[in-house]
């Protein structure tokens, strides 16, 4: 923050006891302390009257001199103060591309963490095998409706189910590698992976329908669909309508994107510790780490927002990914929407600690279907990462030193200021005197 360069009221200064109270300051004595030019010459003619005008031109000399010297270390401070506050700025510019590189290499590096022991039989999951898991759960609403997409799609005549039901949250996402998927599916439970996502409420309304009663009609919706291929649909079952998200009753994510990003990532401001650093072993935010399918990617709702300003956000708000445990619990300071690290560790909320073993939730996102080797771009963004942090150290460096100096500047004001404050008790003490200045 700028701080303007110390100034020196000379009205304000402290006075000595033998000086005279406040309001009875003779008019002498007065135009001494505020050295105007105009009452230069008063008291120069007065000096002259009474035979002391030297000693009375070495008084205004010290006077004008102490105070070009406050003025000139003044002006020190501030040109320190605007250096420090510029390379502060450049600092934080770096902070920012160190974590966005960290970030790019961490996509590579959560597919290559090791996991737990019991995810030794986990295998990779594609987007079949994802339908697979979801079609085994016959009587569930997902399974029902993944079921009909997929064989008897001709059946589906109602408009509100071709073109208002987007499909399954599970089948609406991707991952750049398992253990995320894994992750984020454990994150928000098997219930909420089998969720049918609609656009607006008609969609809603076409899933189900009721009697006069407020019961159930068996015979129309999904219900109706399932028992016409011997699938009865059982048990309640969770739908999201797009048009009506709201994240902790506020409007849908509202703000700016990453920019040329063609996944259209959310631009979240990033964590910051106390010491305003970035804690490590961040990775990135889960909502950003959800592949959108390009078929969905440009879908907006009548409001003008995406599938991941609206089911994503919802679904995972800032929810901050770690490498780790231990970088997951050095960060809390920082950590609002929760946490999970790529270890296993999880936070559903500010204070809520989510501990055990892992479970296996079966219905994940699947995997993106890209190699596993390490990118074509590795190797340079490795190196852009090291000489970034290496700018960053430099810029620390200068930051010190001009520190230093600024503290440097600072002490040599306040000595000056009390040299000028005895000045000025000293002249007020000679002013005062009978035989001293007298206007």
Request: aromatic share 8%.
């Amino acid at each position: 923050m700028h701080v303007n360069a110390p100034t020196l009221c000379i009205d304000n200064l402290p006075m000595k006891k033998n000086e005279p109270a406040h309001g009875q300051t003779d008019a002498s004595s007065s135009a001494l302390m505020q050295v105007d030019p105009k009452e230069t010459s008063i008291v120069v003619r007065d000096e002259m009257q009474n035979g002391r005008l030297p000693q009375a031109q070495t008084i205004l000399y010290n006077s004008k001199k102490l105070q070009e010297d406050l003025h000139v270390l003044g002006m020190k401070i501030k040109h320190h103060e605007d250096n420090i506050k510029f390379l502060k700025s450049h600092k934080n510019k770096l902070d920012d591309s160190i974590l966005d590189l960290q970030v790019t290499l961490g996509k590579y590096h959560s597919s290559t963490m090791p996991n737990n022991e019991n995810d030794a039989h986990y295998s990779n999951q594609s987007e079949d095998e994802t339908m697979e898991q979801i079609l085994q759960r016959e009587k569930s609403a997902a399974g029902i409706l993944c079921r009909l997409k997929m064989s008897h799609g001709t059946q589906i005549s109602h408009p509100s189910f071709t073109n208002d039901v987007l499909g399954v949250v599970a089948t609406l996402g991707k991952v750049d590698d398992d253990n995320l998927g894994r992750l984020f599916s454990e994150y928000l439970g098997v219930e909420t992976m089998l969720a049918i996502v609609c656009k607006t409420y008609e969609g809603v309304k076409a899933l189900e329908t009721y009697d006069k009663e407020g019961q159930i009609n068996k015979d129309s919706g999904l219900h109706g669909l399932g028992a016409s291929i011997g699938k009865e649909l059982d048990g309640r079952f969770l739908v999201f309508c797009l048009e009506n998200l709201r994240h902790e009753s506020q409007e849908p994510y509202c703000g700016e994107y990453v920019v040329d990003d063609p996944q259209r990532r959310l631009d979240l401001l990033k964590p910051k510790l106390p010491n305003g650093e970035c804690p490590p072993g961040f990775i990135g935010f889960a909502v950003n780490m959800i592949n959108v399918e390009f078929t969905n990617l440009f879908y907006l709702t009548g409001s003008g927002y995406g599938l991941r300003e609206t089911l994503f956000y919802n679904l995972f708000s800032r929810l901050q990914v770690y490498r780790t445990r231990e970088d997951m619990v050095l960060a809390l300071p920082c950590i609002s929407d929760g946490a999970i690290s790529l270890d296993g560790g999880m936070m559903k909320g500010t204070g809520i600690f989510s501990l055990g073993n892992r479970n296996n939730v079966d219905v994940r996102f699947p995997k993106l279907s890209v190699t596993s080797t390490l990118p074509d771009n590795y190797i340079d963004t490795e190196k852009q990462l090291k000489e970034t942090k290496w700018k960053r150290e430099k810029m620390l460096e200068d930051i010190k030193r001009e520190q230093a100096l600024l503290d440097a500047a600072k002490q040599s004001f306040e000595r000056k200021k009390e040299e000028f404050v005895k000045f000025l008790a000293q002249s007020s003490a000679y002013a005062s005197q009978p035989h001293g200045l007298v206007r």
